[in-house]
């Protein structure tokens, strides 16, 4: 059964940078469209990032120019670059292949001075 594991959340000052990184070594995720979510606190989930399987990626208006979605098909890893974080970035954020219903259980970012 898949299960994709995200990492690297963790708390971090305003302007600050944290990668986050998502995979399952068992899920050929190079085959599919993977995405980033994130869901802020008493608000619905939303797509923060998404990367297709030639590598064409899409991005929330939020965070454009900050965030990047790229993926290491060898290590079958997705990751998701924040750079320049808000207050506002503070957030539980999943990856997911959302084309097979794999989503994972989220690493909490917070961003606070």
């Known amino acids: 059964q898949v299960q994709l594991v995200e990492s690297g959340g963790g708390t971090v000052q305003p302007g600050g940078s944290l990668r986050l990184s998502c995979g399952d070594p068992e899920f050929g995720q190079r085959f599919f469209v993977m995405s980033w979510h994130r869901q802020i606190a008493g608000r619905e989930r939303e797509l923060v990032a998404e990367?297709?399987?030639?590598?064409?990626?899409k991005y929330a208006q939020f965070v454009k120019g900050r965030f990047t979605i790229s993926r290491d098909n060898e290590k079958n890893i997705v990751y998701l670059q924040m750079s320049s974080l808000k207050p506002e970035d503070t957030a539980v954020y999943y990856c997911?292949?959302?084309?097979?219903?794999?989503w994972g259980k989220g690493t909490l970012v917070t961003v606070s001075s």
């Open positions: 990367i297709g399987i030639f590598g064409a990626t």
């Open positions: 997911a292949a959302e084309s097979m219903g794999y």
